[in-house]
């Protein structure tokens, strides 16, 4: 008989600095599926749940469909929304009838009002109703690891890459560390360990130093013998929580030999910690550098702005030097409803003349004044062809595209990710063509733009993903951490 896995997931990365609220109707317009939608939404993507389904196939385990809920990265989850997923979930849990074990897709980075480890919370919630069945959970690279997260289940396993493109690998790892405990009745012993340390997600990429070298040297380890897996949780520093920073954890048969591994990686990134520089330019001599490059496109990455780290979508800093410097060709996408509302009443072909951006909070530029001709005008879907998060739906909702001079200012009515340029060809721009293409986005933007973009630059741009964490004003952390202080003491006292 086949086994009975229940999988299920809750994700979210919660800026708790962003000044909004996530409530449930923003998973609703994320990603929210249950029962056999489940599957609907998932087959054949690089998701986990993805990952986990083939692997199931393989491995004639039978998945039974919980829910799965995710939103955009934003601010904290409101106490009714955590509380109606978790609710929901168990519901489900309770209905399916019997079960043999779970996979449960998390973040690792949820922060919910009343439950500042969301995480470790919705796993305790699943491990009390069935104590002793297996339960493995996957887990982002960006996940604020804590004691919890890890006590909650028996398996972890984390992405290896940032961009993630490992998703699938991981689910289906994920699947195989659970059909390893179902057939051998045994549990890996687990060693985690904390640093005092928070790079910003910039300095995170896994192509680039010193992550690259580091994840080798994960890789190199797990082939010791006797581990099962081996994660790196470099942290998500916009979340004021005292579990924040990088988490090491390796599962295996032999608790000394987890344990060497990890203090070995902890003393690696811990004596490296100096190397992880964000290298930013200043707006106004970023965007002349990108404008004299012989060559594009030029990629200006406004990290602070990071509409996939909990940041609006909609700053003006890198637009408003774009319009001072009269640039050509250059490209941007903002989100702001309300100037989607104002270019529709007037019809394509117009001229739009109004104020842009800038309006979700006032940390990330004041609003910019704009006029130029309205040159796209509809409603915006489509389905991921990158191989980020391959096949997921998108909806953008109304998107206008106002030509002012040599910019196209592409405006949203959801804020568009920018893990792939599908958001471009859509709206009818093709990337490649462009001199300058500004992405909201610390890394994610990697995975596709530099399969053509011909230079980066790291803009020094306000917002609540500033890289310059000392911007940010920390109360829950319980010592010093690095960089937001100089120092840090490791081992932590
Ligand atoms: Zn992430």
């Not at 090491?248 to 990890?262: E, P, S, T, W, Y």
């Not at 309205?374 to 062809?385: H, K, L, P």
Request: proline share 5%; charged share 20%.
């Amino acid at each position: 008989m086949a086994k009975r896995i229940f999988i299920t997931g809750f994700w979210h990365e919660t800026n708790t600095f962003a000044p909004t609220r996530t409530g449930l109707e923003d998973f609703h317009a994320y990603q929210y599926a249950e029962g056999d939608g489940l599957f609907e939404a998932f087959a054949d993507t690089n998701t986990e749940i993805g990952g986990a389904m083939n692997a199931a196939m393989e491995l004639d385990l039978n998945l039974i469909p919980g829910l799965f809920a995710g939103a955009v990265p934003s601010g904290m989850i409101k106490r009714e929304a955590y509380q109606t997923i978790l609710d929901r979930t168990l519901e489900l849990l309770e209905d399916v009838g019997e079960i043999d074990g779970m996979l449960v897709h998390v973040h690792g980075a949820a922060v919910a009002e009343g439950a500042p480890e969301a995480d470790a919370d919705y796993l305790f919630a699943l491990r009390r109703r069935l104590p002793l069945v297996p339960i493995v959970a996957t887990f982002d690279l960006h996940a604020n690891m804590s004691d919890g997260l890890i006590a909650a289940v028996d398996g972890l396993i984390g992405y290896n890459t940032y961009p993630h493109n490992d998703m699938a690998a991981r689910g289906t790892e994920a699947a195989h560390m659970l059909h390893r405990m179902l057939w051998s009745d045994r549990r890996p012993e687990k060693i985690f360990v904390k640093l005092p340390f928070a790079p910003p997600p910039q300095v995170q990429a896994t192509a680039d130093q010193p992550v690259a070298g580091i994840m080798a040297k994960l890789e190199d380890m797990k082939d010791w013998g006797g581990i099962w897996s081996g994660s790196i949780a470099w942290g998500f520093p916009y979340a004021d929580v005292a579990h924040l920073g990088v988490g090491i954890l390796v599962q295996g048969d032999d608790i000394h030999h987890c344990r060497r591994i990890v203090d070995d990686l902890a003393l690696t990134i811990w004596h490296k910690r100096g190397e992880f520089d964000a290298g930013l330019i200043e707006p106004e001599e970023a965007v002349r550098r990108a404008m004299a490059a012989p060559d594009g496109p030029i990629i200006l990455a406004d990290v602070a702005d990071n509409a996939g780290g909990g940041s609006p979508g909609d700053g003006t800093t890198i637009l408003a030097e774009l319009l001072d410097q009269e640039a050509r060709n250059a490209v941007i996408v903002l989100c702001d409803p309300g100037a989607v509302r104002a270019a529709k009443s007037l019809g394509l072909g117009a001229m739009f003349s109004g104020n842009v951006g800038g309006k979700a909070d006032d940390l990330h530029g004041p609003p910019v004044p704009l006029v130029g001709e309205i040159i796209f005008q509809q409603t915006v879907t489509y389905s991921r062809q990158g191989d980020y998060m391959t096949g997921q739906k998108i909806d953008l909702g109304q998107v206008a595209v106002i030509q002012a001079g040599g910019i196209k200012v592409v405006l949203s009515e959801h804020k568009a990710l920018p893990f792939d340029a599908d958001h471009l060809s859509a709206v009818g721009i093709a990337a490649e063509l462009q001199q300058i293409i500004v992405v909201k986005s610390a890394v994610a933007w990697q995975a596709h733009f530099r399969g053509f973009a011909k230079g980066e630059i790291y803009v020094d741009t306000p917002g609540v993903c500033a890289s310059n964490l000392k911007r940010f004003d920390y109360t829950k952390l319980k010592h010093d951490i690095f960089p937001i202080s100089d120092d840090g003491v490791w081992p932590a006292k």
